[in-house]
Structures are given as structure tokens and as C-alpha cells.
């Protein structure tokens, strides 16, 4: 059978089998008000609750932020997927099959993404080749099996059954068709839903340089936004809703197999934004968990201010000089736990920082850690200033001087303030969705304020009816927010008459504007002045533009 897109029927029929709220709630804690159910938006920050679940109605929204939509819409923006990744993981969530014919991708991509699991299957075949070397990491067979670790040959590209074309593309060969990874041990990177997307790799000799290699990007890898172990560790970071963020890929494994799998790393860079937005959504508590030298140090710093901009204070651990997560896990276990148990929230991590450091260095060190919490400023003044009271205490500095060593600090602001959209044209909306008003209505579209109203009002018409709200999210989805707020409002049918009626005086208003002639023009003025919602009905109001 081949490839398909995921059909309407099928979403419909999934988004009836599942509720809202037990999907919500694997992720936010959820709290009943009345028929509802509010929480703090996990799109945005705020203080007060403004994030409303509707079982009746089976959708969200965040009166806040403005984001909206069924469960399926949730998933997307919470996890940052596809359309297509989504309704997969709502039905694993959900214990619903999913069905093997149904394609996000092209099947070039759908080819590839194959392609890949088949190198990382056939490298995982050859792992007895670095038996040895697992065996000093203390890496046991569970475990690279877990992660799928193996080993390139050094000829390996002519057992792979690829194409040069394909080879290229997952950039197992170099341009001139020389094995890129040869006689390395891999390591397969997964995306957040479990495909392999590239492959890092490790020198097993000395005179391989450098010690380790990674796939570049390409159109299936993007290393910014993926987190190395996220997929393996995704489930007990939610349940736990806490997350340790390591350095790099054998720290990761080597935590998991010590038993602690809420463990992921960077892809070879500092954290970006992007990884500490996907942690922020899934965990309470962050640990930064960075090799113990002078570079893990900076890690840490570097890291906590991206957290701190996004109003989380992570927590601290730091291995001894010349250790690391992975050789701690290895050689120390208990004392890899004790330092987890006893991290340290980054204030009084950066307090007693400074309180040890040399005088000599002391205002240096003071500067520094001033940059780091400089975001606090403007996300949190009230533990900005309690910190520079305590900092104050600590180093004996005058509160004035501390204030002149603060950075300038702008906060980018991502928030795009959203129109409102006037109670009257949702009512007007909602009256079509709910075939109170017809679709068809003959109204210039100009009239709406609301931007999001106007497209809706377009797409009934076009269509000469009203689709499906899954229909529309899907083919729309900057629209979902809308729909839901409009879904989850309460309009009598009086106010929808009411809305109506002001709509059609608009439309009338407007011809009366565009019209040439005197009589039109006056015939069009009487039956504005005429018209009111309480005289007549839904039939003799729309009768005044026909």
C-alpha cells in the first residue's frame, strides 16, 4: 500500500477518542474552575493563570498570549512538532495505533530518514569491533543498544546499498566518495520523535584527529534545536519535570546507565535558546551538570543566563577539578548522586562563588556575575534587588557601586502584542460556525477590524460553507487561536442577532459610501436608520444587503 497523508477522517475520529485535559495535564498541572480548567501558560511567562481548558468543547486557550486550539494543536506547540509528529504522539499518548501507510514527508525525505536508521542499524551490527573500548567506558550491551552506538568500517559506504546521492546527503562520504566516519566508533543522533538525523563519531586512535566528528547540518538536521538523549530521555524528564543538562555525549550515556535518565547534552555547541525553550516546556527544574575545568565553567554561566532570560533559575552541580559527568557515573556513583541531591540554585551558587574568590580578583568576579543575572533586572526585579542585597552582605560593597557594574541589559521581546478582536464580530463568527447565520452572506470582508475574523469570514464564503474547525486548524493554523477563543465564548441568540445587525449596517454604511446615484444613496440610508436588532429577525436583517 503506499504512502498517504494523514486523512481529516482520521483526526476527527482521534480527536473524539481522547480528551483535552487528560492530554493537557501530562504536561501542565491543571486546576477545575467551574466547567473549566486554567493554568499558567506554558507559552509564554505571567503571573496570573490565563490559560483555560475546555472539556466540553474539547480545545485551549491562553487569553494571555492569544495561542489556541484542539489537542492535537497542544502537542505541536508544546513539543515543538510537526502537524504530522503531532498526531503521531498524541496517539501514543493516547495507547491508539497509528496507522504505518500515513507520510509527513516527501518521499525523498521519507527515503532518507530510511536510509539513515539503515546506516546507524548496519554501523550498531559491527559493535563487537570496539567491544574493548565499550568495556573500559563501562558501557554494557543494554545500553548501546539503547543508543544504538557501533562502529564504521573502514570501507562501509560499499555495504550500505546507498546511492552516491543518498550517501552525500546523510554525509557518510566526503565529496571526492571517501568514507567520512571510517574506523570510528558512531554514535546516531536523534530528533526529538526518534529518527536518526545524522551521526557523531569519536577517534578510537590517537592519531585521528580531531577526537570527534559530527555530521553537518543538513535538511533532516538541524543542531540547534535537537538535544542529544531528549528522545530517549523525554518521558522521565515529563514525569519528573526535571531535566540535568551535560556536556556532551558519554556523559549522557554514561547517566543513563548509573540510572539517571533525565540526561541530555547540547549538540557540540553552547545551549541555544531554542534547547532551553523545548527543557523549559517539559521540566520545573533544570541542572546544569558541565565538566568541571575552566570550559565547563564558562558553560554553566554562559547557560544560566539564557534560562534566567526565560524566568527559570537553573540549578548548579559541579564535578571536582579533572572530573566529569561520565566519569563520575563510571568510577564514583554515589558521589555523581550526592552532587545531583545537593545541586545548588544559581543565586547562591554565584553568591558563594564570589564570597570565595581572592580579593585581588574580587571585583572582576563581581562584574561577572553581575552579567549573569543582569536579566533578572527586567524579568524579576523583586529577586533582582534581593540579590544584590545579599551580594552587598557578602562582599561588604556598597549597593550604589553594585548598581554601576550592572551591564545594560535589553530584553528582545518576542511577544507580539495581538490585536483585540471586538465581541461583536465573534459573535458574527460564531453565528456562521454554528449555521445561525449563513455562510454565504454578502458582506465585503473590509469591514471586519479583526484581521483573523476577516480570513475566517473569507474562507466560509470561498468554501460556500463552514469546514470542519480540524479542517481549518490544519490548513490554517495561525487561526487556531482565534477559533478556540471565538469556540469558547458563550453568545445568547440575541446577541448574535445583535451582531449581525451591526455588521449589516457596515455593509450598508460602505455602499452608501460607494454608491453614484442620489435614490440609491437614500434608499440605503432609510433602511440603515431602520434597522435594529430587535425588529425582525435573522432573515429580514440579512434581506437589507440583498
Request: charged fraction near 30%.
Amino acid at each position: 500500500m503506499g504512502r498517504q497523508k494523514i486523512p481529516h477522517s482520521f483526526v476527527e475520529d482521534l480527536l473524539s477518542r481522547v480528551d483535552i485535559v487528560d492530554i493537557v495535564s501530562r504536561y501542565v498541572s491543571l486546576k477545575q474552575v467551574g466547567r473549566n480548567f486554567s493554568a499558567l501558560c506554558p507559552f509564554h511567562p505571567e503571573k496570573t493563570p490565563s490559560f483555560v481548558v475546555s472539556p466540553e468543547k474539547q480545545i485551549f486557550k491562553c487569553f494571555g498570549c492569544g495561542v489556541g486550539g484542539n489537542a492535537i494543536t497542544f502537542i505541536e506547540k508544546y513539543e515543538n512538532l510537526s502537524f504530522y509528529e503531532a498526531v503521531k504522539r498524541l496517539c501514543e499518548l493516547s495507547g491508539i495505533e497509528f496507522p504505518a501507510e500515513f507520510s509527513e514527508e516527501d518521499a525523498e525525505t521519507d527515503a532518507i530518514l530510511e536510509s539513515a536508521r539503515k546506516a546507524a542499524l548496519f554501523f550498531h551490527s559491527k559493535i563487537d569491533k570496539i567491544e574493548k573500548y565499550l568495556k573500559s567506558r563501562s558501557i554494557d550491551e543494554k545500553t548501546a543498544r539503547r543508543f544504538l552506538i557501533g562502529y564504521a568500517p573502514p570501507d562501509y559506504q560499499k555495504f550500505l546499498n546507498m546511492n552516491r546521492e543518498t550517501l552525500r546527503k546523510l554525509n557518510l562520504i566526503t565529496e571526492k566518495g571517501y568514507p567520512f566516519f571510517k574506523e570510528r566508533l558512531i554514535i546516531p543522533i536523534f530528533n526529538h520523535q526518534g529518527k536518526v538525523v545524522a551521526f557523531g563519531a569519536r577517534a578510537l586512535r590517537d592519531d585521528q584527529k580531531p577526537k570527534y566528528i559530527n555530521s553537518p547540518e543538513s535538511e533532516i538536521f538541524h543542531k540547534n534545536s535537537i538535544l542529544y538523549g531528549f528522545y530517549q530521555a523525554k518521558e522521565n524528564i515529563l514525569k519528573e519535570k526535571e531535566a540535568i543538562v551535560v556536556e556532551g555525549y558519554f556523559d549522557v550515556i554514561s547517566l543513563f546507565q548509573a540510572g539517571i535518565e533525565k540526561t541530555v547534552a547540547p549538540m557540540g555547541t553552547s545551549l541555544t535558546e531554542n534547547q532551553a525553550k523545548l527543557l523549559k516546556r517539559y521540566a520545573n527544574k533544570i541542572i546544569l551538570f558541565f565538566d568541571g575545568d575552566e570550559a565547563g565553567e564558562k558553560a554553566t554561566l554562559r547557560s544560566s543566563k539564557i534560562f534566567l532570560n526565560m524566568e527559570i533559575e537553573p540549578f548548579i552541580a559541579r564535578p571536582p577539578e579533572g572530573e566529569d559527568p561520565d566519569s563520575l557515573a563510571r568510577n564514583h556513583p554515589e558521589k555523581l548522586q550526592k552532587l545531583l541531591n545537593e545541586s545548588t540554585p544559581l543565586t547562591e551558587y554565584l553568591l558563594e562563588k564570589v564570597e570565595k574568590s581572592p580579593l585581588e580578583t574580587r571585583a572582576d568576579e563581581i562584574r561577572k556575575t553581575l552579567e549573569v543575572v543582569s536579566p533578572l533586572e527586567k524579568r524579576n526585579p523583586f529577586k533582582f534587588k534581593k540579590f544584590l542585597l545579599e551580594l552587598s552582605a557578602v562582599t561588604g560593597a556598597d549597593i550604589n557601586w553594585l548598581k554601576k557594574q550592572i551591564p545594560a541589559y535589553r530584553i528582545r521581546e518576542e511577544k507580539i502584542e495581538k490585536p483585540l478582536i471586538p465581541e461583536y464580530e465573534k459573535a458574527f463568527i460564531k453565528g456562521i460556525i454554528s449555521g445561525k447565520i449563513p455562510a454565504n452572506i454578502e458582506i465585503s470582508p473590509n469591514i471586519f477590524l479583526s484581521e483573523d475574523c476577516r480570513k475566517l469570514y473569507v474562507i466560509f464564503k470561498m468554501k460556500g460553507k463552514v469546514p470542519s474547525l480540524i479542517e481549518i486548524e490544519q490548513e490554517y493554523p495561525e487561526l487556531g487561536g482565534t477559533i478556540a477563543e471565538i469556540e469558547l465564548a458563550n453568545f445568547t441568540d440575541d446577541e448574535i442577532k445583535a451582531s449581525l445587525c451591526r455588521i449589516v449596517k457596515k455593509e450598508l454604511n460602505r455602499r452608501v459610501r460607494n454608491a453614484k446615484e442620489f435614490l440609491e444613496r437614500k434608499k440605503l440610508k432609510e433602511m440603515y436608520v431602520k434597522l435594529k436588532p430587535e425588529v425582525g429577525g435573522i432573515e429580514e436583517i440579512i434581506s437589507c444587503i440583498y
